[in-house]
């Protein structure tokens, strides 16, 4: 072969290279979503399913109303916005006299009451809520699991919340109390959130001084479960020697409001929730649960992921993860034509595209640039 025809040859190989290459990138990029256009189809779609009244699927009591109209605040939406302000206009109407908010006979309303402190946290940028927040901020504190319900420290019910339905307090409901409180600036030396924080360790597949109950040894893989109250349950069912298995939305919910709590990265809870994180990372299911509370699940992962700091997850395989930008990708592809999101899987209510719509605006809220 002549010299010729070899710089030809290593020309066009080089050229095949570079196509391929740039191929590669433009259709990694062509992956990528922007969140602004994600956001306004969503808000477009949620126009469409807000009653006179300024509820979305109040059948279900005030909780989608408020997860909504937190969405849209935190997407840079006001309250002056018509559709922030006929939800904010609605769920005024559901504050009761015992400083709760909630819809009238509800057996939710630690999870309702919860929720509407941190929509109107959000709004409250004038003191014009400030009464009605205290209030509700009394109200929730008193269904706190403690000495006035008959459990002391050596109960496993000790600082939890829960529905009323169940008569027992669970992990999710207990999250929801230290989110609202945080969201009002209450931090690690506030009473409640020190009971809850007994709670949430005692929820966790993990034996230390904080986490002496029958399932900590059972199970030791670092995650959390439903609730060790009432002879303890997870919506994971059982493992073969009757531990508690961990599943992903309980476990972001006790690793983020372990961090809300004050429990430092190096602390061995935090650091075993940390390292289930990192085998079980995805955004495409719930750990353990499969569809089941996906959308739930994908909202906890966000926050959680952002009280801890990280930018970044490296998994187990050594895998890097930018888990804002997985999720923006993942919602997009979701998101349905009317904008709105949807679970095949309807359990936990996730059948109805208002409350997906609204937990997919709060995820969203945490994949803004930092």
Known sequence: MSRYQMLIRCFF???IVWITFTAQVASAASEHHELAPVVERAISFLKT???EDGSFSSHTGTGVTSLIATGLLRNGRTAADP???KSIAYLEQQVRKDGGIYQQGSRYRNYETCLAILCFEEANRDGKYDSLLAGAEAFVKGLQWDAEEGHDLSSPSYGGAGYGKHQRPDLSNTSYLIDALKSLGRGPEDPAIKRALVFVSRCQNLETEYNDTKFAAT???GGFYYTVAAGGTSQAGETANGGLRSYGSMTYAGLKSMIYAGVSADDPRVKAAFQWVQQHY??????????SGLYYYLHTFAKALEAIGAEEVVDDQGKPHHWRQELIDELAARQQANGSWLNENERWLEGDPNLVTGYALLTLSYCRDK
């Open 13 to 15: 190989v080089a050229a």
């Open 49 to 51: 399913t807000q009653a």
């Open 83 to 85: 559709l922030v302000s």
């Open 219 to 221: 199970n030791p893989d």
């Open 282 to 291: 995805t955004v495409q299911e719930n750990p353990g649960m499969g569809k």
